[in-house]
């Protein structure tokens, strides 16, 4: 018997949808190993010399802070076992654990995970947690995502506290800290908690350009997808839209809907047009009310350039021009020269409906490059076909 849902399974385009989520972190990050690389070096001395080390890694978000700061925690464990360093590391993100004695918590549940969350104050749980990593002579990195979110809500006592653990023994100091956010943190430290730092050990993510985030895109599809299955052009368009931020995240979260776009209609093959039903979904600035405001010339034109568009992400000046006077035939316009219509796509583009950029590397000659982000073309060509009507 055939069950609701097994068309889904046998039909789908995607083999891992595991691996569009916003928690995998691939074994490669794209686009991410020189700030890997420094991360390692201000590290090492954890490892080398038993030598405490605190760093920032600050950058907007979709970045890859995140994500770096797991594989890099992943990958430098595996430094310290085959240096013989016993080597633990807890991940805490301060805005589901925006207090003191709640991080604290979840630092000491990676050494008993039934450790009672209530009857202990911080200072108890400072001094057992010396007292384990004494017990297992152990070191410890603790990873605090987000950490302005803490900082804004208890102040830094908690990370001077940590920066000064090993004060009353003498021990080497067994804690460092590796903080995330988006901001930067060392002007929000109190001044005893700042001299704890070196302004130096700031490792900042920059936005992704957009031909990162089609490599970024493009190793998610080739790891996550059936060959062949995502096209060229629909890589693209999710690229130019996510480069506006520079967001490797929202590039992700568009193609993994767009995957489940293409599933509900059993498509075997990605393309553009989904990419713009999945954009529509997560983020979409586009109301049918908005076209009314447009003079009849121009919406005649945006109605030429949607039909030149079609299923593909992209079309060029002169296909599009070549459809407007088909459209303008159609409802009985007079088209207009060259130069005008070349004005209606200068406006379409002003007021965010299309966007409009000079050819690249691909497209023989100059010409403008036409496309379509936010939208499905069948919903903007239904609203502007009734109103040519």
């Known amino acids: ?51 405490a080390q605190n760093v920032l890694m600050k950058g907007p978000v979709g970045t890859g802070k995140t994500a770096v700061s797991n594989l890099f925690c992943k990958e430098f464990s595996h430094y310290a076992r085959n240096n013989d360093v016993n080597l633990r590391v807890a991940f805490v993100n301060c805005r589901q654990r925006n207090t003191e004695a709640s991080t604290l918590l979840k630092i000491l549940s990676i050494y008993d995970p039934h450790f009672p969350d209530r009857g202990f104050s911080t200072t108890e749980m400072m001094d057992i947690l010396r007292k384990q990593l004494k017990k297992e002579n152990s070191r410890l990195i603790v990873v605090l995502d987000e950490v302005d979110v803490l900082i804004k809500k208890k102040g830094s006592d908690l990370i001077y506290a940590f920066t000064r653990f090993a004060e009353d023994t003498s021990d080497p100091a067994p804690i460092s800290l590796l903080l995330i956010s988006q901001k930067n943190i060392l002007d929000m430290l109190d001044p005893s908690s700042l001299s704890t730092f070196k302004r130096s050990n700031v490792v900042n993510f920059g936005k992704y350009s957009k031909n990162q985030l089609k490599d970024i895109l493009s190793h998610r599809v080739e790891i996550a997808f059936r060959t062949d299955t995502v096209e060229d052009e629909a890589i693209d368009l999710i690229a130019d839209i996510a480069s506006q931020w520079g967001d490797a995240r929202y590039a992700i979260e568009i193609l993994e809907k767009a995957a489940m776009s293409a599933n509900r209609g059993q498509k075997k093959i990605l393309c553009a047009e989904d990419v713009r039903l999945a954009r529509a979904d997560t983020y979409s600035t586009f109301s049918p009310e908005d076209l009314t405001q447009l003079e009849r010339p121009v919406q005649v034109a945006f109605l030429g350039i949607l039909r030149s568009l079609g299923s593909r992400a992209y079309t060029t000046t002169g296909e599009a021009e070549k ?54 073309i069948k919903k903007v060509m239904s609203s502007l076909e009734r109103n040519l009507r």
């Open 323 to 376: 459809e407007y006077r088909a459209v303008c035939e159609e409802y009985g316009d007079t088209p207009r020269g060259h130069t005008q219509f070349w004005s209606y796509i200068q406006t379409l583009d002003a007021l965010g409906f299309i966007t409009a950029e000079r050819s690249g590397q691909g497209i023989q000659g100059k010409t403008t490059v036409i496309g379509l982000p936010d939208v499905p």
């Open 1 to 51: 018997m055939c069950g609701r849902f097994d068309r889904y399974s046998k039909g789908s385009i995607v083999t891992d949808l595991a691996k569009l989520s916003f928690d995998y972190v691939p074994e490669k990050l794209v686009h991410r190993d020189e700030e890997i690389d420094t991360l390692f070096e201000l590290m090492r001395r954890v490892v080398d010399s038993n030598l």
